[in-house]
């Protein structure tokens, strides 16, 4: 399984990042440009996936390491993004949130 730091996805330009947390977990604050697909969602809605390489990321690393597994075996370029978005913030990185008026247009 591929694996990136959270430094190495901020230096990132142009790879699509999914973050598979749940929607509450995603809206209270996510990496800049990732877009929602809760694992709990992922098996439903995989043609909604990426069909260029892209990240995963969840809340620590340990739900994005599965889901790559998962869609590696199924085919898919994709890349764990290790510590997740709670060592994003603990590097204290801007995370953007949504507010309950605007939660559709960020979730996919």
């Known amino acids: 399984m591929k694996s990136i730091t959270v430094e190495q996805l901020a230096a ?8 598979v947390r749940e929607r509450h977990e995603f809206a209270a604050g996510y990496v800049p440009g990732a ?3 809760p694992m709990s969602e ?3 809605r995989l043609d909604e996936l990426p069909a260029e390489p892209f990240d995963v ?3 620590a690393g340990g739900r994005s ?5 998962a869609l590696e075996a199924r085919g ?3 890349t764990n993004v290790d510590g997740g978005t709670g ?4 590097r204290g990185w801007a995370v953007e949130t949504l507010d309950d008026s605007s939660i559709e ?3 996919a």
């Open 76 to 78: 898919h370029d994709a």
């Open 42 to 44: 992922l098996a439903e």
């Open 105 to 107: 247009a960020r979730i």
């Open 35 to 37: 877009v929602n697909l």
């Open 87 to 90: 060592e994003w913030i603990a």
């Open 65 to 69: 390491a599965r889901v790559v597994e």
């Open 57 to 59: 990321i969840c809340q």
């Open 12 to 19: 990132r330009q142009g790879v699509p990042l999914i973050d």
